[in-house]
């Protein structure tokens, strides 16, 4: 399966973003997606997974409360709405796919796109 993230952009503190992971290929139910960031010298770290099935979700303790994935069988989509955005959310965010359901394990994603850039001015 191929990934495409898009929908980054520079946005003030306290700003909204959303992005949008298309893919191609077939998901299956037990399949899951998640978002990921990466930010200048730091790891890529886990912000939340949606299994593509079921659409359960699991946050991250960073993101919790501000963002919100969602997944669009139809257009074969995942989508995470950003609120509250601040300084420190600034990153390359990548989705990827994972065929074990719910994941917050990097390893456990066989299948990433090229990323979108989020830069926050504080």
């Known amino acids: 399966v191929q990934l495409q993230a898009s929908g980054g952009g520079s946005v003030q503190a306290g700003g909204s973003l959303r992005l949008s992971c298309r893919t191609s290929?077939?998901?299956?139910?037990?399949?899951?997606m998640g978002w990921f960031r990466q930010a200048p010298g730091k790891e890529r770290e886990f912000l939340v997974a949606?299994?593509?099935?079921?659409?359960?979700?699991y946050y991250g303790d960073s993101v919790k409360g501000r963002f919100t994935v969602s997944r669009d069988k139809a257009k074969n989509t995942v989508d995470l709405q950003m609120n509250d955005l601040k300084y420190e959310d600034t990153a390359i965010y990548y989705c990827?796919?994972?065929?074990?359901?719910?994941?917050?394990?990097?390893?456990?994603?066989?299948?990433w796109g090229q990323g979108t850039q989020v830069t926050v001015s504080s």
């Open positions: 990827a796919r994972t065929r074990e359901g719910i994941s917050s394990r990097r390893s456990a994603y066989d299948s």
């Open positions: 949606i299994r593509w099935g079921a659409g359960t979700t």
């Open positions: 290929g077939r998901l299956f139910s037990s399949h899951g």
